[in-house]
């Protein structure tokens, strides 16, 4: 692979890192203060589809006759991305932002296992102990996060729709690298956005949307964006790097989200979570984070 299209897609998974930094953040907003989690879901995959398919209809019509011919790694992408989706929505609404952040780390690692034992992607031994750093960090990160919750069943719940959002993203990735060799990665996602939109149809709110203030329309158009650069860039990067090193970047956006929460408690903002993270948190954190990147992070080649 030429190491122009190495750059460029890791471009890409930047821009992807930290839009999934902030996603987090503002989607604890908008189940707080804007909408249930079925709602919010549907009008992020509704908007990314209603864009993507204007932009075929106008550039590519001929584009458009991929949208009803998916293979089975599209529809695996687009039935894994809407299990993430709601998973992950579900997790920021029990565990907030932070905690989510940390244990959707398991994506990443396991599309690193992936990339090697599928996609035959090398693996040297001095990455391995970067595994059981993330998983000693991630023992240590619920641990405490159990203590700090009044009611540890709520945690466990949150954690567990948090870890079906990480599998979900696993093999979203795996079916949007293999789509990604027959058709483009935007063609791909276009069936992507039409399955999670008829998906959740059925269960959106559609009566809150008349009473949407400016800034709730604003942060539902911030979430709608998010699906289409976030993804649209995560499957560019895919398309032109290796899905080792694109996970390198996608590891580290949890450090966007601490970031912006720790801000937020610092200016008393209503919505985020009020909960101080001890000092053992933030070492499991970084071991998660740290330990990730280790692991995923392909060997320098002479």
Wanted: some cysteine.
């Amino acid at each position: 692979m030429k190491r122009s299209n190495q750059f460029k897609g890791l471009v890409f998974a930047c821009i992807t890192a930290f839009f999934w930094g902030m996603l987090a953040v503002a989607l604890q907003y908008a189940v707080k203060h804007v909408a249930d989690p079925f709602t919010i879901i549907w009008f992020r995959f509704t908007t990314a589809f209603l864009v993507l398919f204007s932009y075929y209809a106008y550039a590519n019509p001929m584009a458009l006759r991929k949208l009803f011919r998916p293979t089975r790694f599209v529809w695996l992408a687009a039935v894994s991305l809407a299990i993430n989706y709601y998973g992950f929505m579900k997790g920021v609404e029990l565990i907030g932002a932070r905690a989510s952040q940390i244990i959707i780390q398991l994506g990443p690692i396991m599309l690193c296992v992936i990339g090697v034992y599928y996609y035959g992607e090398k693996i040297t031994k001095r990455q391995i102990p970067g595994f059981f750093v993330a998983l000693a960090g991630f023992g240590l990160f619920y641990l405490e996060q159990l203590k700090s919750f009044t009611e540890a069943g709520s945690f466990n719940i949150g954690a567990l729709f948090t870890f079906v959002a990480a599998v979900g993203w696993t093999t979203y990735g795996l079916g949007q690298k293999e789509a990604t060799k027959e058709r483009g990665p935007q063609e791909t996602a276009m069936f992507i956005y039409l399955f999670g939109m008829l998906a959740f149809t059925p269960m959106a709110n559609y009566s809150l949307f008349p009473t949407f203030n400016g800034l709730q329309w604003g942060v539902m158009a911030f979430l709608a964006l998010n699906t289409l650069v976030a993804y649209g860039c995560m499957g560019e990067a895919l398309k032109y790097a290796d899905a080792s090193k694109v996970s390198v970047i996608v590891a580290a956006n949890p450090v966007v989200t601490f970031i912006i929460v720790d801000f937020l408690i610092f200016v008393n903002a209503n919505f985020i979570e009020a909960r101080t993270l001890s000092v053992s948190s933030y070492f499991g954190a970084a071991m998660v984070i740290g330990g990730a990147i280790w692991a995923v992070k392909p060997p320098r080649r002479r």
